[in-house]
């Protein structure tokens, strides 16, 4: 989809001229001839501009576009993300079944909790997004989508942009649509099937990703197994044991910042598929453990679009890939692994193996002696127990960190909610034979697997954990998001990059 702020080329009328009205909103039809504003104000029905309301009439002939869509958001212009994603999304798939390919697109809104930049950041990207669909596996009739929007463009006449300059708001379609691009990336990651996303596979995408971009200051390495074993990662190799397919770590390194500034490290659980192990999972919705690398694609996704962007930042993405598998081979539950700190764990449960991949690939962060060092990890079914479908799960023990993220998810409505990390906890993890035990029973499950990471986040490092085990993918079409992976993360984090620099820059002022 182009999306576009000026008309370029040839001035043919669109096939859809796209409005949103609030209840008594007199000013909707701006980007109209006045003949046509006082002819279509006169025939509107009754029920004009409340909330789920749609509209549709030809246009006269001098109008810039052949068909009108009107829909109603009800009191006010102002809405919930949310409400804003559910819509255009809503809105692209009707025009798309209507046939609709060229539209004039009026975005009127303002949006809670996000300030006007913040909003429009939200708006431009969820538009890119709203047609997202993943139909790599359908056949004949079905992948064949009818008709696609190809180029929308904005009118800008009201909301949000009001006094922007062409070029800024340019700058932003731009911007939007490089987070677009790399959640898209990262939810067709998350959608393939494990028998075609690998720890293999998925190395060889990040790969594929960082060589097409072709920038000197954008490397990845791919450790395979015997480099792993070479950096004694005793926990990703005991994962792993249960699986015929071998392990990848993937280091994918973006230096934008200053030579010489500590990075911020990003790691990422990548279990390509999740069947519990030996500790296996009910057949139930096994299916969905496909979805258990998408801490391992936030995080490629992360450090391609702050690529992307020219983010004058220091990124290190480290990602861990396994499959989890029983077999003859496959690890055990009272098992003690040695990790790469050489701490050890007794294995309670084969099904926390999260965990078990993250603490070598928390160790290895080390090594690059971060500043922060955030991790991404559908590791919890307890974080989605506490917290349903609308928000991941943060730990950290830097009440400033947590701060800075929780705000970040708020301004990009990835949001988050912070658990306690407090040492009473650690009484949970105790093991009678080992230094922790990767289980923590019943209660505070999710808490349980933070305080268990907690014992291999680098010291000196600000260190947050951030379980997406909520938000990371829906098992249907949800609050404007298509069927599958989401991105979660991505605009987060790189919101919260962006407040970090801006920061920087005011404090050294
Ligand atoms: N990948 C799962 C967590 C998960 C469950 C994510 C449901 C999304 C939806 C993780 O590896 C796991 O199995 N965790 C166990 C931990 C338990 C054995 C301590 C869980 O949450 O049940
Ligand atoms: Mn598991
Ligand atoms: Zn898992």
Redesign the pocket.
């Known amino acids: 989809m182009k999306v576009e702020i000026r008309e370029r080329g040839k001035k043919e009328r669109r096939h859809a001229y796209v409005v949103f009205a609030a209840k008594d909103d007199s000013n909707v039809l701006s980007g109209l001839p006045e003949d046509a504003q006082a002819a279509l104000m006169g025939a509107v029905p009754a029920s004009f501009g409340s909330d789920g309301t749609s509209f549709t009439t030809p246009l006269p002939s001098d109008s810039p576009a052949l068909r009108l869509y009107a829909f109603g958001t009800g009191k006010s212009l102002t809405i919930t993300p949310r409400k804003a994603r559910t819509l255009l999304r809503s809105v692209a798939k009707l025009l798309e079944k209507n046939g609709e390919t060229t539209v004039l697109l009026d975005l009127p809104f303002s949006l809670e909790r996000m300030n006007p930049a913040e909003g429009r950041e939200f708006l431009l990207r969820h538009l890119f997004l709203s047609n997202y669909s993943f139909t790599r596996y359908k056949t004949g009739e079905a992948k064949e989508k009818k008709t696609e929007l190809t180029s929308v463009r904005l009118s800008a006449l009201r909301g949000l942009w009001t006094g922007v300059s062409e070029k800024d708001a340019e700058r932003e379609v731009r911007d939007a649509e490089i987070v677009a691009a790399a959640s898209a990336l990262v939810r067709d990651l998350g959608n393939t099937p494990s028998n075609d996303l690998l720890p293999r596979h998925f190395a060889g995408h990040a790969a594929a990703e960082v060589k097409k971009r072709a920038r000197k200051n954008l490397t990845v390495t791919v450790l395979d197994k015997q480099a792993i074993e070479k950096e004694k990662m005793g926990g990703l190799l005991a994962v792993n044991r249960g699986a015929t397919e071998e392990p990848r770590f993937v280091v994918i390194q973006y230096m934008g910042g200053r030579k010489g500034q500590k990075p911020v490290a990003l790691v990422g659980k990548g ?1 390509t598929f ?1 069947s ?1 192990g030996i ?1 296996i ?1 009910p057949a139930e919705k096994m299916g ?2 496909k ?2 690398m998408m801490g391992a694609a936030t995080v490629l996704g992360i450090v391609l679009a702050a690529s992307d962007l020219g983010l004058p930042v220091n990124l290190v993405g480290l990602t861990p890939l396994t499959e ?1 598998m029983p077999s003859g081979s496959a690890y055990k539950p009272g098992d003690i692994v040695t990790f790469r700190s050489g701490k050890t764990a007794e294995i309670d ?1 084969t ?4 965990r078990v991949i993250l603490a070598d690939a928390l160790d290895y962060a080390k090594t690059f002696n971060p500043e922060v060092v955030l991790d991404y990890a ?5 974080a ?1 127990v506490a917290l349903g479908f609308e928000a991941g799960a943060l730990f950290s023990e830097s009440d400033e960190l947590a701060a800075g993220i929780v705000s970040a998810g708020e301004r990009t409505d990835d949001r988050i909610w912070r658990l306690p990390l407090w040492d009473e906890y650690k009484e949970n993890i105790k093991s009678d034979w080992a230094d922790v035990k ?3 029973g019943r209660w505070g ?1 999710a808490i ?2 933070a305080m268990f990471l907690k014992e291999f986040a680098p010291e000196g490092a600000l260190w947050a954990h951030l379980d997406i ?1 909520p938000t ?1 993918n829906y098992d249907r079409e949800y609050a404007g998001y298509a069927t599958g992976a989401t991105g979660y993360g991505i605009a987060l984090t790189l919101r919260w990059l962006r407040d970090r620099l801006a920061l920087a820059g005011s404090s050294k002022n």
């Not at 099904?351 to 999260?354: I, N, R």
């Open positions: 279990v999740d519990g500790s999972k969905e453990m979805w258990d989890n449960n099904d926390a193996e999260g559908t590791l919890t079914g307890a989605v990767n289980t923590g499950g349980n697997g085990a990371a």
